[in-house]
């Protein structure tokens, strides 16, 4: 079945800095990846839509110039998180798939910004 | 409105209840449906897809109704290991649009 990869698991950053989290689809090719943001207790919240080879599509009330998305290739996307801040801490998790098959998720990225 | 809407919960069942969830959806263009299961700090995973027939995985059964815009996951004599939250998700692939539910916690108690 399709095997997604997200890099890194966790990560620890100072408030001001950026963070690059990868997703990577490593037995298929990927045009479209998703990227979603889960608080504790709370749901997942689609953040974007990654399209290979053009502009992420953001939903509403997410900051595209904050969150980067960079979709170079079918097999990876990155999203960046410029100038975090604390309440940018959260579970940052993407998917990928073939659609018909249903799609996987990433193991998520934890993300904690002190 | 949400774009798909789930039953807010929390369920609280004793082993070996018979729990039901629905989930309903407001693009009618939407073409594929699936459940998926997320247990505490981790990933979503793929439960089952959902198709218009309905299927049926063990414990566990699935069916969509199109005409009313919903789909429901039945689960059959609940076990301590069924405890998690379930999200309905739905896909519309006319613009790779891909929309959970808030999802749904469940809690199968002895």
């Known amino acids: 079945g399709a095997v997604v990869s997200q890099h890194p698991s966790w990560v620890i950053c100072k408030s001001g800095t950026s963070v690059k989290i990868e997703c990577r689809s490593l037995d298929f090719q990927a045009t479209t990846m998703f990227w979603y943001r889960q608080f504790p207790k709370q749901s997942l919240m689609l953040m974007a839509t990654s399209n290979e080879g053009s502009k992420a599509t953001y939903e509403q009330g997410v900051e595209k110039d904050k969150f980067l998305i960079n979709h170079a290739s079918l097999t990876l996307s990155t999203l960046t998180v410029t100038s975090a801040h604390p309440e940018d801490s959260s579970f940052y998790i993407c998917?990928?798939?073939?659609?018909?098959?249903?799609?996987?998720f990433g193991s998520g990225t934890r993300l904690t910004v002190v | 409105r949400k774009e798909v809407e789930q039953d807010p919960g929390p369920f609280n069942v004793p082993e070996g209840a018979t729990v039901a969830f629905n989930c309903t959806y407001s693009n009618s263009a939407s073409q594929s449906f699936f459940w998926y299961r997320q247990d505490c700090r981790k990933e979503p995973k793929l439960l089952m897809s959902v198709y218009s027939s309905g299927n049926e995985d063990g414990r566990f059964t699935a069916q969509l109704n199109r005409a009313s815009q919903y789909i429901s996951l039945l689960i059959r004599d609940s076990k301590l290991s069924d405890s998690a939250t379930y999200l309905c998700?739905?896909?519309?692939?006319?613009?790779?649009?891909?929309?959970f539910g808030a999802g749904t916690r469940l809690t199968v108690k002895p």
């Open positions: 998917s990928a798939g073939q659609g018909y098959d249903g799609y996987t």
């Open positions: 998700v739905v896909i519309s692939y006319n613009n790779n649009d891909m929309r």
